[in-house]
């Protein structure tokens, strides 16, 4: 069957199948070519991260296959790579710091994983994907300075070669201090090696930038050469840690093993996780989207991250998201489609059944220079300094979240982080405005001024804002205020309702309330400009049953049910009352900012 053949509904669930459709040669070619260069940075990273989760390095090469051509499959962005990144490993890191045993933290990031995608997938379903718009990135930004302050202090052992301290639970801090103090002090070779490799990623970044040559796989050299040294002075023999063996084969599919108490203990950090790791990949999308001018689809978005998470915990994969690195990568080496990923994999998976022989003689302490070094392009200052500067609201998040991601831990600072962010989000968004209107006599409808004296048998407000429950304690005092202002003489009060967003069955509840008591001292209410939202409440909660059909304006496309109309419908209601209104109720409302 064709891709034209497949209905346009079903293709939105597979976009890497959808782009076979226009798929040629020339994608092949550059998918081909980003995908292979993806593969060449993945490989030493896929390592690098698995020895930050503290388990074996082979685990971080099938994440590297396994959730990159998922992910890939699914992915709503066409350059986005899944797989291992620093911040997941780091939070996975803190997940399983209570686990002693090689082989618990190996069977508990599988479960994480199945647990990360479990609710991802539940996202997904309940279309929660845009309530990520809702969460600052202010939060992500503080997570990453935390987290890669934390990254660099966890490497320090493997860069210098001292012996870890401490228990399985103690805080990381206390754990630090004591493999600083009495971790046997700096070991000369393997430090060696771990500022050697530092150097040399740093040297071969700069001939890069000289010579222009942008893909060029530092990392992979460097790894290679430190290898290859590695084996040929017996670095081993000398005190200098190593990898160890990689096996060169796929792992068979598999159940993840659960055990109910372990689910328990896993369970807010897999909630973290998850939280963290559809923040980490919508922004690296948005990212790439904002540079090719494609259109995401969040919700899709969070099923791809969804699905490489769950599909992976069958094959022993870790939890991972989308990589910023690998992703940056992809796009700079001209990545077409979401086939440059499923290339990716392949190549990760090539690479591992040809050099895993060889891998054994990695050093811990090159892969330690370069997760330092990755740590330092993981912060981006420019970032930094801007969400520091910008608001109270902005630099209180990031340092929260950057704080606690060492003093608690990295996992719960993401819940922090979000959690705050609502917490000061919502008070800004519930806050609602009210300005008072006056028709002057060109016709225009506009803000009243400290000299303008309105007609006292009609009064003439505007609502702008929020109008949910997150506002109640605003719209009712605005309302109040309306009240307040009505003297014995007033007739009719003008509402203009077009600026109200985001109506529900609380704010109309207000609305409703403040209208009985207009009617009970026969005060006639006119709604102006009212949106279809709220028109459709007021209709289902039977509260437009008792507006008159004449004071109630819609808002329509030709502005028939805006304020100018409202206001002459006012002034003829209260022209019986006020020799005023009789002489503006012959007159033409013309418009005005409000109108």
Do not use: W
């Given at each position: 069957m064709t891709t034209a053949a497949l209905g346009p509904r079903f293709l939105r669930y597979f976009p890497a199948v959808a782009a076979l459709k226009t798929y040629g040669w020339t994608e092949l070619r550059a998918d081909t070519l980003a995908g292979v260069t993806v593969a060449a940075v993945a490989v030493?990273?896929?390592?690098?991260?698995a020895m930050v989760a503290g388990i074996p390095p082979q685990y971080g090469l099938y994440t590297a296959i396994v959730m990159t051509a998922v992910g890939a499959f699914f992915d709503s962005s066409r350059q986005l790579i899944n797989g291992p990144t620093n911040a997941i490993s780091i939070a996975t890191l803190s997940a399983l710091a209570g686990i002693s045993s090689v082989a618990g933290r190996i069977e508990a990031a599988v479960l994480l994983a199945f647990l990360v995608g479990a609710i991802q997938l539940g996202i997904t379903l309940l279309r929660l994907g845009d309530l990520t718009r809702f969460i600052s990135h202010s939060v992500i930004v503080g997570f990453t300075l935390g987290a890669s302050a934390l990254l660099v202090l966890d490497q320090l052992k493997n860069l210098l070669g001292l012996t870890p301290q401490g228990g399985p639970h103690d805080h990381f801090l206390w754990s630090f201090w004591l493999t600083v103090t009495q971790g046997g002090g700096l070991h000369g070779p393997t430090a060696l090696v771990g500022l050697v490799t530092i150097v040399a990623i740093l040297v071969i970044r700069w001939f890069k930038a000289r010579l222009g040559l942008t893909l060029l796989p530092e990392f992979l050299l460097v790894l290679g050469g430190a290898a290859g040294i590695s084996a040929w002075l017996g670095l081993e023999g000398n005190g200098v840690r190593i990898v160890g063996s990689i096996p060169a084969h796929f792992p068979r599919p598999a159940i993840p093993?659960?055990?109910?108490?372990?689910?328990?203990?896993?369970?807010?950090?897999?909630?973290?996780?998850?939280?963290?790791?559809?923040?980490?990949?919508?922004?690296?999308?948005?990212?790439?989207?904002?540079?090719?001018?494609?259109?995401?689809?969040?919700?899709?978005?969070?099923?791809?991250?969804?699905?490489?998470?769950?599909?992976?915990?069958?094959?022993?994969?870790?939890?991972?998201?989308?990589?910023?690195?690998?992703?940056?990568?992809?796009?700079?080496?001209g990545a077409r489609t979401q086939w440059s990923g499923v290339i990716a994999a392949g190549g990760v998976l090539a690479t591992m059944m040809l050099l895993a022989p060889y891998a054994r003689f990695v050093p811990r302490a090159a892969l330690a220079g370069i997760l330092i070094v990755t740590c330092w392009r993981m912060v981006d200052r420019a970032a930094l300094a801007w969400h520091l500067r910008a608001t109270k609201f902005d630099a209180a998040i990031v340092v929260v979240t950057a704080v606690s991601a060492l003093a608690i831990s990295v996992e719960f600072c993401v819940l922090i982080g979000v959690f705050l962010s609502f917490l000061l989000t919502v008070p800004r968004a519930g806050r609602m405005r009210i300005v008072e209107?006056?028709?002057?006599?060109?016709?225009?409808?506009?803000?009243?001024?400290?000299?303008?004296?309105?007609?006292?048998?009609?009064?003439?407000?505007?609502?702008?804002?929020?109008?949910?429950?997150?506002?109640?304690?605003?719209?009712?005092?605005?309302?109040?205020?309306?009240?307040?202002?009505?003297?014995?003489?007033?007739?009719?009060?003008?509402?203009?309702?077009r600026q109200v967003r985001s109506p529900d069955a609380v704010g109309a509840h207000q609305l409703a309330w403040f209208l009985e008591r207009m009617r009970s001292r026969n005060i006639q209410v006119v709604l102006s400009g009212v949106p279809d939202e709220l028109h459709a409440i007021l209709d289902n909660t039977g509260i437009s049953d008792d507006i008159p059909e004449t004071s109630l304006f819609r808002d329509l496309p030709d502005r028939s049910?805006?304020?100018?109309?409202?206001?002459?419908?006012?002034?003829?209601?209260?022209?019986?009352?006020?020799?005023?209104?009789?002489?503006?109720?012959?007159?033409?409302?013309?418009?005005?900012?409000?109108?």
């Open positions: 030493p990273q896929a390592m690098a991260y093993t659960f055990h109910p108490l372990l689910v328990a203990d896993l369970a807010t950090s897999a909630l973290a996780i998850a939280t963290l790791g559809l923040l980490e990949a919508i922004a690296m999308a948005k990212a790439i989207a904002a540079q090719t001018r494609q259109k995401l689809d969040l919700n899709q978005q969070c099923l791809s991250e969804g699905l490489a998470n769950f599909v992976g915990s069958f094959f022993q994969c870790m939890p991972g998201s989308g990589s910023l690195t690998r992703s940056s990568i992809n796009q700079q080496a209107l006056v028709l002057r006599p060109n016709g225009l409808v506009d803000q009243r001024g400290p000299a303008d004296h309105p007609c006292g048998g009609v009064l003439v407000f505007a609502l702008e804002g929020e109008m949910f429950f997150g506002s109640t304690a605003a719209l009712e005092s605005h309302l109040e205020a309306v009240e307040a202002r009505t003297l014995v003489g007033t007739r009719v009060v003008v509402l203009q309702m049910g805006g304020v100018p109309h409202a206001v002459r419908e006012a002034y003829r209601l209260a022209q019986g009352h006020c020799p005023e209104c009789r002489r503006f109720a012959g007159s033409t409302a013309a418009g005005g900012q409000y109108a």
